[in-house]
């Protein structure tokens, strides 16, 4: 019999699912402490609306079936962004700004290799309605205070402005085609075929400098004072470099700190328009979130709103607690019962008891011997097992626990919880 599931998505066993509704619980408390409210999204978009916003290279890889009812092409959600944005333009009545958050999976064709999945699980803000440097702090503060709250450290701030490359866009003039060359060489690091750009398009003094270099600028807030003098003469990339700064003194505010500014990093989605953040850790590869300003992406669905936001990759996070031994093994349970007796009068009336009281209780219900049972309900992370009617004492039970063993009265022992 074939029992097999396709190569891009697994299952996540009772411990695992533990840690990630684990690392969920800590994020989400930190989310509604800083007044972001849960919105649930469908799992289905209608392609020609998601497209709208995702754009062609994330929506190549989007999941495509049919609306049996219409015919008409949807698309497993493959970004939560685009989501809330359609999702905000429909409201007829608009109180800004909106504070959202999001759980959920998003779902992405990548070669099933490597532990590489479709369903990825992330965890996010949206803040819509200011154009505020303020609320690009906000959002990542709120990454710093999730990440901290569920006790990782060291953690690195990668910063940048997809205004950079718009800036420089329009100092050179460049054409559809010759940005995107352009990009291309920033994205692959291409100091080289950066040289010969400038060259070709007659580019020369501080202008080529910086251009040359933009692999190259990864560093702390001195990185973006040095430049920001060197580049006085071209104001349109001295005002983001002056925006970065900004944002860094706002952080510093927030007691924020692991930040660093890697210029020459453009990001996936292109609805980016200003400030853009991603978070890495020393010694793991993946980063474990990313986000950024989004501008103009509510306007491709109905009105036009700025707006910031961030996601979480839930299953990175997870993978790295695991690395460096952060997260709970298991969820131990209270107190397991068996009851050796014919009439289970006295089980049924200790459990409800328990539960009343607000402790995990279940009870034996195989009718094995009970050192069998005894140990299974040890291995299945129960603190405490409950025996009745070991011995002919009506009037007392037996509680072990991995260490020892205890008689008491059935009286004191309800009195006692």
Not at 170 to 189: S, T, W
């Amino acid at each position: 019999m074939n029992i097999e599931i396709p190569d891009g998505v697994r299952v996540f066993n009772r411990k695992e699912t533990y840690q990630i509704d684990f690392i969920l619980e800590k994020i989400e408390d930190v989310f509604r402490k800083w007044g972001y409210e849960k919105i649930t999204l469908p799992s289905f978009e209608y392609m020609h609306v998601h497209e709208k916003g995702i754009g062609k290279d994330v929506s190549e890889k989007a999941f495509k079936l049919v609306d049996r009812s219409s015919g008409k092409i949807l698309s497993l959600r493959a970004d939560f962004t685009s989501q809330i944005a359609r999702y905000f333009s429909s409201l007829k009545r608009k109180v800004l700004p909106k504070r959202y958050y999001y759980i959920g999976n998003i779902y992405r064709y990548v070669e099933p290799k490597a532990g590489n999945l479709w369903e990825r699980l992330q965890a996010g803000i949206e803040l819509i309605g200011s154009d505020k440097l303020e609320a690009d702090a906000e959002i990542i503060a709120i990454a710093y205070n999730s990440l901290t709250a569920l006790g990782i450290d060291g953690f690195q701030i990668d910063i940048n402005s997809t205004q950079l490359f718009t800036s420089l866009k329009n100092i050179l003039n460049l054409d559809k085609d010759k940005y995107l060359q352009f990009m291309e060489h920033i994205k692959n690091r291409e100091v080289f075929n950066l040289e010969k750009f400038c060259e070709e398009n007659n580019i020369e003094g501080v202008l080529k400098e910086f251009i040359v270099n933009i692999p190259n600028y990864q560093g702390d807030i001195d990185l973006v004072v040095s430049l920001k003098e060197k580049t006085e003469d071209i104001p349109e990339i001295n005002s983001v470099l002056e925006e970065l700064e900004s944002i860094y003194f706002i952080l510093s505010l927030y007691g924020v700190s692991n930040i660093r500014f890697d210029l020459g990093e453009p990001k996936e989605f292109s609805y980016y328009t200003g400030i853009i953040f991603e978070v890495f850790v020393k010694g793991f590869s993946k980063p474990l979130a990313q986000g950024g300003r989004y501008d103009n992406l509510i306007s491709k669905y109905n009105g036009n709103y700025p707006a910031t936001g961030f996601a979480f990759d839930i299953l990175n996070i997870w993978e790295y607690g695991n690395k460096i031994n952060i997260l709970p093994k298991k969820k131990e349970k209270d107190y397991f019962i068996i009851d050796l007796s014919e009439n289970k009068e006295v089980a049924l009336k200790l459990a409800r008891i328990l539960r009343e009281k607000g402790y995990t209780v279940s009870r034996d219900i195989s009718y094995e011997d009970y050192q069998t049972s005894v140990k299974s309900a040890l291995e299945e992370g129960f603190k405490n097992i409950i025996v009745i009617g070991l011995d002919k004492d009506k009037e007392s039970i037996y509680i072990f626990t991995s260490t020892q063993e205890e008689k008491i009265k059935i009286k004191d022992f309800i009195e006692k919880v």
